[in-house]
């Protein structure tokens, strides 16, 4: 079965750490990726998408994402996080016509 | 985001019972779809709704759960005689159109649904 899986449950950094949660797919064909953010107590957001072109893509806030064919993966990025990006993280793909979710990436950045 | 809007946000009742919970889609939108998030567990698609049809329900349980997009109101997830493994979090989206493949989908905050 497609599927989408996040192998970091929960990660811990220290401000100004540099970030990286791992997000690999399971199918082939036409791939549309997408990373979502979930703060404390809101709604989900889209940080960022691929369809295709350019396999490094930019989000909003600083992230980034690299879409590595090769190893069927899409792993968010960010070169220096602040606490403010504590969240819960999810890496999606489409699956005929909807979105299949990984579990989720707890982050937690302390001060 | 005066987008989409869930009710209630939280949501107790006892085995047997029966839940009622509503999403009222983005002003425009026409099309939703509702989610799942067990403890620990990622979301879980259940189904995606037009207007007055039901486009896929390949994610919802056979029994017990039901849901609806009427024409005029919001949309309503149903589970009849609740059992503890209901509880959880519970995500509506929506979209203008069959925009999966954009990423818009427009999530709202979701209803926790706690069965005692």
Known sequence: AQSVSQHNHHVILSEAASLELGCNYSYGGTVNLFWYVQYPGQHLQLLLKYFS????????KGFEAEFIKSKFSFNLRKPSVQWSDTAEY???GNQGG????G?????SVKP | N??????PRHLVRRRGQEARLRCSPMKGHSHVYWYRQLPEEGLKF???LQKENIIDE?????????????KEGPSILRIQQVVRGDSAAYFCASSPRDDV???ELFFGEGSRLTVL
């Open chain 1, 53 to 60: 072109g350019d396999p490094l893509v930019k989000g909003i």
């Open chain 1, 90 to 92: 999810f890496c999606a």
């Open chain 1, 98 to 101: 909807k979105l299949i979710f």
């Open chain 1, 103 to 107: 579990q989720g990436t707890e982050l």
């Open chain 2, 2 to 7: 005066a987008g989409v809007m869930q009710n």
């Open chain 2, 46 to 48: 259940m189904v995606y």
């Open chain 2, 58 to 70: 390949s994610g919802m349980p056979k029994e017990r759960f039901s849901a609806e997009f009427p």
């Open chain 2, 101 to 103: 493949y954009t990423g």
